[in-house]
């Protein structure tokens, strides 16, 4: 039986219809001022129902039951107190896995999308790739999309939340990722010394958002961990730490990448050269905002 069909079994005939439904609710996101409010309204309705966009479109006609249409309600009432959409749904989707995200965890962003492809064109140019660290790892979205990538490298996911490691452990464990090694703790410290020094790639999302911006930021952010967005009164105190830690880390000819904020782009490449790094390349978003700044170490 086709997800379609079986899915009529679930509907009564005199019933409001899932146009109806969907209908409803997109009105409600969009007095909220909740961006694309009939997308979001169609994922809640996929999600409990368990079926594809395609088939909730062709079917908008068939009648819901009430049990559904009192999850569905419930589930609108939590987006209407702007609690995230992944947050509601229980995951996000990121360069193509699924991961798990809930309270405690940073949501992963498209623009760390771009971040995790400029690792992957470093780490193919690398003639040897043993050691990944990655710095503030939160759902391990990118520890566990490079070790996808490259079973043969040891990957250190670092987080000092205990809640975001829940989520990474949750990730690794259902995705069957075993070179991935989640510890907890700030920057390095948590890695074995004798491994310092041997690192061939240091990958980090560090918080770089400035103190006295976040109030202003959209209401989801505030259910989000303040630590993995707050970068200090100036926005760079994140990767400060993590620039020092990768030094640490790095061996000769080793590799840093990491996202930026807006405007961010000119300290940065300061602090790389402070730092002991060299080639160091700015990457642009899709709005042509330089996001993703790469260095190779030397030491100073």
Request: glycine residues 10%.
């Amino acid at each position: 039986m086709n997800q379609s069909l079986s899915t009529k079994k679930q509907f009564k005939n005199k019933a409001p219809g899932v146009y109806q439904l969907l209908t409803w609710a997109a009105g409600q996101f969009r007095a909220c001022g909740i961006e694309a409010p009939q997308r979001q309204a169609q994922e809640l309705l996929m999600h409990i129902l368990g079926i594809s966009r395609v088939c909730l479109l062709a079917e908008s006609g068939l009648k819901i039951n009430s049990g559904i249409r009192g999850r569905f309600k419930d589930l609108v009432h939590k987006r209407l107190e702007r609690i995230p959409l992944q947050y509601i749904l229980g995951y996000e989707d990121f360069m193509g896995i699924r991961l798990q995200v809930g309270p405690g965890v940073l949501i992963p962003r498209p623009e760390t999308e771009l971040l995790a492809a400029e690792a992957y064109r470093i780490c193919r140019e690398m003639k040897s790739l043993r050691l990944i660290a990655d710095l503030g790892t939160g759902s391990g979205n990118l520890a566990l999309n490079l070790a996808s990538r490259f079973p043969k490298a040891l990957i250190y996911g670092v987080d000092s939340s205990p809640q975001a490691l829940y989520w990474a452990r949750r990730n690794r464990r259902r995705l069957k990722t075993g070179r991935v090694r989640l510890l907890c703790g700030d920057a390095e410290l948590p890695i074995p010394r004798s491994r310092y020094g041997n690192f061939s790639l240091v990958v980090s999302n560090p918080p770089y958002i400035l103190s006295s911006d976040i109030p202003g930021l959209q209401a989801e952010v505030g259910y989000e961990p303040r630590s993995a967005l707050d970068g200090g009164p100036d926005g760079l105190s994140g990767i400060r730490r993590m620039l020092k830690a990768a030094a640490r880390l790095l061996h000769p000819q080793g590799a840093l990448i990491c996202e930026i904020g807006m405007g961010q782009a000119g300290a940065v490449k300061k602090l790389f050269k402070k730092n002991g790094f060299v080639d160091i390349k700015v990457t642009p978003d899709w709005q042509n905002i330089p996001r993703i700044v790469s260095g190779k170490w030397r030491s100073p």
